[in-house]
């Protein structure tokens, strides 16, 4: 008889644990769908808590800014668009992938909107929050210039959705 009730307690607790599995996996499933369709929209950055470059490796400069000098446009076919200030800078297309957005830079743009061709490495971007109007990110950029120099800036930013 006890064997019979030791048997029955394991039984329980291995379908208890393969319940809360299937629970966590659809969880992290409706996250994704729910990230895949708040990420859409036009996003100002409206802070800058804290960035930190590197050139070819030495600290180059440290500090926060506070003013919306980048936007992003993500779509929701993957594509989209980065602003420095009001300037088109670059196309990319994006991914989500848990808790942050895999871009690349199909196209960059000179300042008069003419298209350039510069050697951009693909970036990640770690969303912190993401919400229907915020979206907290931090970011890990490596860009080697025309003159060879290797920057590789660190940022915590904060952007807000446009209305649509």
Request: charged share 20%.
């Amino acid at each position: 008889m006890r064997k019979k009730h030791i048997l029955s307690v394991i039984a329980f607790i291995a379908l208890a644990i393969a319940g809360c599995k299937k629970e966590a996996s659809k969880s992290n499933q409706n996250t994704q769908t729910d990230n895949s369709k708040l990420i859409v929209g036009k996003w100002e950055r409206t802070s800058n808590v804290d960035t930190v470059i590197y050139q070819n490796g030495q600290k180059d400069i440290s500090g926060g800014i506070t003013y919306n000098d980048y936007t992003y446009v993500f779509n929701s076919d993957g594509t989209g668009t980065f602003y420095q200030f009001t300037t088109k800078a670059f196309d990319i297309k994006y991914a989500l992938s848990g808790q942050q957005i895999n871009v690349t830079v199909t196209q960059a743009y000179k300042q008069d909107g003419t298209p350039a061709s510069v050697h951009i490495i693909p970036y990640t971007i770690k969303f912190v929050k993401l919400t229907d109007n915020q979206l907290m990110v931090r970011s890990d950029t490596t860009t080697v210039n025309v003159n060879g120099v290797s920057m590789h800036a660190i940022m915590v930013d904060t952007y807000t959705k446009y209305p649509q």
